[in-house]
Nanobody, 125 residues
Framework: QLQASGGGWVQAGDSLRLSCAAS????????MGWFRQVPGKEREFVAV????????TYADSVKGRFTISRDNAKNTVYLQMNILKPEDTAQYYC????????????????????WGQGIQVTVSS
């Protein structure tokens, strides 16, 4: 089970940190990350981290502003979001795969086996 937290309403340029805590199993050796979705659009890739080697991958739209990290002891993944923009407004979803992903598979939401509940992030201009 994945439990996401940390969303909210902020102004453009502000920061937020999302957390995703895994329970019921550990995801060491797997891939975990975040997708986001706005009404009427497909859920899109944001960022992921490989638990085993700490390798990260980001969508071009968030590179340089968002940072994904993990805490092994807490079985938790974080998404630090800085310099937020109104276009970052969306429901954010934590996702985890039962195996390590790479290449194009990282961006395909159907490959991820576990999903947390969506949390709203709203950025006003």
């Amino acid at each position: 089970q994945l439990q996401a937290s940390g969303g909210g309403w902020v102004q453009a340029g502000d920061s937020l940190r999302l957390s995703c805590a895994a329970s019921g199993r550990t995801f060491s050796g797997n891939t975990m990350g975040w997708f986001r979705q706005v009404p009427g659009k497909e859920r899109e890739f944001v960022a992921v981290i490989n638990w085993s080697d700490n390798r990260t991958t980001y969508a071009d739209s968030v590179k340089g502003r968002f940072t994904i990290s993990r805490d092994n002891a807490k079985n938790t993944v974080y998404l630090q979001m800085n310099i937020l923009k109104p276009e970052d407004t969306a429901q954010y979803y934590c996702a985890a795969s039962s195996k390590v992903l790479g290449g194009p598979l990282l961006y395909i939401k159907s490959v991820y086996d576990y999903w947390g509940q969506g949390i709203q992030v709203t950025v006003s201009s």
